[in-house]
């Protein structure tokens, strides 16, 4: 007479047999096994266990044995995602092209107006910082990144060196500065129309100077690579629309030198626009515009960037030393650069400083918001884990990051 199975619990049922059977019992018992209905997980244990193939200590639990199993089991599959995440990460984090050796160099206007030859540019890592091939003591470094800014630079410009050239210190001493325009591979004539307005404006040899990248490499990558090609014991960078008003950056000079005793000491002034949330400037703006710009915010808190209230505002100062610990070790040459430029000053206990300026909007804007946004979303959260996992290197094991991109490339 047929009898149907009576279903157990998968775990009670391998309990029940494990307390009432010898551990020799299991391995070389020949009577007719009782049917069981029970999960694939179950059977698996108990097949393990029968057979001995898992040693059973006589003084741990059955129940003991099964939950480690599971432990053991979650890890395997802990590790096996940490693993994939690892690779999904490294192949898409981005590592830095070197510079190409024209664009280590830079133009200028001679005092006859007249446009000079390629000349070299000083490197922050490279160059003692005594000399910095300089004739002059230069105080202050203004770095424009550009592309396809024919229209607004100018006008920039323009403010930029009337607030430089009148510039005084506490103690009467007139600022000496230099303007670096980045040219990132515009496809007009930006750099034609930077070295025509100091021309122009009557400025004085190499207070303005003209970097092109053969290569289009994005804002972030511009701003690195002029970056690091300044002089300037206060270095800041500026975007090419003017929409920051340029005499703040006094505002910012006189915050670091209250933070620091000298640019030796790192430490960073971040223009902000936070306090203008309200305003008609930000209130104006379309919709869709602002929802990204809260959905960002969310996301810079969840990852944790949560005392810089405004990361994006391109208008920040730092100290040489803040530059030199910062962005020789940058990555991201896109938008959400200024998140990293954080997320390093963090992990390196350099002092930031968040301070309100003046800002309007300016018609021009060369981001694409739907794809960039997406795009900046992406990046941010590769940049955090990348960090993490240990892809990207902060300065403190340079060379595994280089054994890490000669695998990429290959």
Request: glycine letters at 6%; proline letters at 4%.
């Amino acid at each position: 007479m047929n009898s149907t199975p009576t279903p157990l619990d998968p775990i009670t049922d391998l309990t029940q047999i494990l307390a009432s059977t010898e551990p020799t019992a299991l391995a070389s018992a020949t009577t007719a096994p009782r049917t069981i209905m029970c999960s694939s997980t179950s059977e698996t244990l108990i097949t393990y266990l029968s057979l001995r193939m898992i040693p059973i200590s006589s003084s741990v639990s059955p129940m003991a044995t099964v939950v480690g199993l599971l432990f053991m089991w979650f890890i395997a599959l802990s590790a096996f995602a940490l693993g994939v995440l690892y690779i999904a990460i490294l192949i898409i984090a981005r590592f830095p092209r070197d510079a190409l050796a024209s664009e280590n160099t830079y133009k200028t206007t001679t005092q006859t107006r007249a446009v000079s030859a390629p000349l070299k540019l000083p490197h922050i890592s490279e160059d003692p910082a005594d000399e910095r091939q300089r004739e002059e003591k230069v105080a202050v470094s203004v770095v424009v990144p550009a592309y396809n800014e024919t229209e607004r630079l100018p006008k920039m410009l323009n403010e930029a060196v009337d607030v430089l050239e009148g510039w005084e210190l506490a103690g009467g001493e007139k600022v000496t500065y230099e303007i670096m325009v980045v040219d990132d591979g515009s496809q007009d004539k930006t750099a034609e129309i930077a070295l025509k307005f100091g021309a122009t404006k009557g400025v004085l040899e190499d207070r303005i100077r003209v970097c092109k990248l053969e290569k289009n490499r994005g804002k972030g990558g511009a701003v690195a690579h002029g970056m690091q090609r300044s002089r300037g014991d206060y270095i800041i960078f500026a975007d090419a629309d003017g929409a920051s008003e340029f005499s703040d950056i006094k505002t910012l000079h006189a915050t670091l030198t209250s933070l620091t005793e000298s640019p030796s000491s790192p430490a960073i002034a971040v223009g902000s626009r936070a306090h203008m949330v309200k305003s008609e400037a930000v209130v104006k703006r379309s919709f869709i515009r602002n929802f990204l710009m809260y959905s960002l915010h969310t996301l810079l808190y969840v990852f944790g960037i949560r005392t810089i209230r405004d990361t994006q505002c391109g208008f920040k100062m730092f100290t040489r030393s803040a530059v030199s610990q910062i962005f020789p070790y940058m990555h991201n040459e896109g938008w959400i650069f200024d998140v990293e430029v954080l997320i390093l000053a963090e992990r390196k206990g350099i002092k930031v400083v968040e301070v309100p300026i003046s800002w309007h909007e300016v018609p021009g804007s060369k981001m694409e918001l739907a794809r960039d946004s997406v795009k900046m979303a992406i990046d941010l959260v590769v940049i955090r884990c990348a960090y993490i996992l240990g892809i990207y290197d902060d300065g403190r094991k340079r060379n595994g990051e280089k054994e890490l991109r000669k695998k990429k490339d290959s």
